[in-house]
């Protein structure tokens, strides 16, 4: 029986994340945007992730406003974010008046599907998100952080997809930030999902090691329903496989997408161009677009390696790479073998920088891995040995439930911290997430409105009563 495959774009969103940090405004997106609303995608990655704190920190961009604008010129599509369960999109957690006030918000702005994802794969972390989510009338897809190592066996991962499946989720994505699916192992992981759930699985991988579109081949012939792609003048390199490569590869097959290649052609025509102009102006470097297999050894995701190099720099110690990388399966050993995705990623990358700078390792350890060897990112998947967690905290007690619990609402506390900058009521997401930078962004927005110097506040309340 002919099974159509559903393509999700990440162009607009994961693509020019991992190639170019998250830099494309909204203003090079608008040209394009309604011919891409016409391809038929089952949905349009655009949101979420990095391009929430990017929008306020490079680009002076309301992320809110942002996703108004797509959603009005793509009628057509569903449209996706990608969201971190209690972290929302900033980096630590926060209480769920506030995760659920955050995907209400995000519904009502147009979302349609929201992938939630952990970074321990502790779906206690998720439940608020999937409820709230569910209320909202979104279709809910919960990620699967993909990693390696002794304990992430197939029956883990078919373990946690029960979880996901009696927690409500709607789908399910096998998410590989780091590029280290196989073929073969992306077929049998496929497989073993699809006999274990009765869900849509959807696979998303990136081609930093060059693996990518025979995966995510292998991964459709096992069943697969949804598949990750990106325009090819962003994808290859440490983004995604080339959508008119896929497209093309599955035509008058059983998968065949019914995607039209002339209409992506016309939309690779202008994605070349915009690929052309972030090349002569220094933003995308194309070393990005190379394979590289380091991934495969190391399993340290491609973002993550650029961190390292930059913190490494900062030190004057990059002749150390090589030591830090070797480091880095040996902290993720001693702190229960986190996947290594946004936050475990950073808090284990610099707790490796710092182990290897310092010259013994543990003589200085980072509030955050603290933090995550004592529970407050939620459970590990492995446990932690009780003698090095009592070397890294002393005597600190460690969480063994869901960390949101310990949170107090913090909603209206939030709200009077910021309520001089409000003009819509999703500033106090804004705000919830990144207080300092959000701030900043709301002074020039309201230098740009009223023509006022923001040091002088007063002058501006006066002007703007909240």
């Not at 830099?23 to 090079?28: F, G």
């Not at 196989?182 to 992981?189: F, H, Q, V």
């Not at 190099?309 to 073998?337: F, H, T």
């Not at 969480?399 to 910021?418: F, N, Q, S, V, Y």
């Amino acid at each position: 029986m002919a099974k159509k495959i559903g393509i999700t774009d990440t162009t607009l969103r994961d693509a020019h994340q991992s190639l170019i940090a998250t830099r494309m405004p909204i203003e090079d997106m608008l040209p394009i945007l309604e011919k891409m609303d016409k391809v038929g995608f089952h949905s349009l990655e655009c949101w979420g992730g990095a391009t929430f704190d990017s929008c306020l920190r490079f680009l002076n961009e309301d992320p809110w406003e942002r996703l108004r604008t797509i959603r009005k010129h793509c009628p057509n599509t569903k449209l996706q974010m990608l969201f971190r369960g209690q972290n929302m999109l900033g980096y630590r957690h926060y209480a769920d008046d506030v995760v659920e006030y955050f995907v209400q918000k995000t519904v009502a702005n147009g979302m349609d599907i929201i992938r939630i994802f952990d970074a321990l794969n502790d779906i206690k972390n998720l439940q608020t998100a999937i409820k709230a989510a569910k209320k909202e009338g979104a279709h809910v897809q919960v990620a699967i952080s993909y990693t390696t190592g002794p304990v992430f066996t197939n029956e883990y991962y078919v373990k946690y997809a029960k979880e996901i499946a009696n927690a409500g989720a709607d789908s399910i994505c096998v998410k590989d930030m780091a590029a280290l699916l196989t073929p073969y192992n992306t077929y049998s992981l496929v497989k073993d999902l699809k006999a274990a759930v009765d869900l849509p699985i959807q696979i998303h991988t990136h081609y930093t090691s060059g693996l990518a579109s025979m995966c995510l081949l292998k991964g459709i012939e096992a069943g697969a329903d949804v598949v990750d792609t990106a325009m090819s003048p962003l994808a290859l390199g440490t983004s995604h496989a080339p959508t008119e490569s896929i497209v093309a590869a599955l035509k008058d097959t059983e998968y065949d997408t019914g995607l039209d290649l002339v209409l992506l052609n016309e939309i690779r025509e202008y994605f070349m161009d915009l690929r052309k102009k972030y090349i002569d102006s220094g933003r995308l470097d194309p070393s990005m677009l190379a394979t590289n297999t380091k991934a495969l050894v190391y399993q340290v995701p491609g973002g993550m390696l650029s961190n390292l190099l930059k913190q490494l720099k900062d030190a004057g110690k990059v002749d150390k790479l090589e030591e830090v990388l070797q480091e880095v399966p040996r902290v993720r050993k001693d702190s229960g073998y986190p996947p290594l995705v946004t936050p475990t990623s950073q808090i284990v990358g610099t707790q490796a920088v710092f182990n290897v700078i310092m010259g013994e390792r543990y003589k200085m350890c980072t509030n955050e891995f603290k933090g995550l060897v004592a529970g407050k990112y939620g459970t590990t998947p492995m446990p932690i040995d009780p003698e090095f967690r009592k070397k890294i905290i002393g005597n600190e007690e460690p969480i063994t439930g869901r960390p949101a619990d310990l949170l107090k609402p913090e909603l209206d506390t939030l709200r009077k911290e910021c309520a001089e900058w409000i003009e819509q009521e999703e500033d106090v997401l804004s705000y919830a997430q990144f207080p300092k930078v959000a701030t900043d962004f709301f002074k020039k927005r309201r230098d740009k409105k009223y023509g006022v110097d923001s040091k002088h506040g007063d002058a501006a309340k006066q002007i703007h009563p909240v």
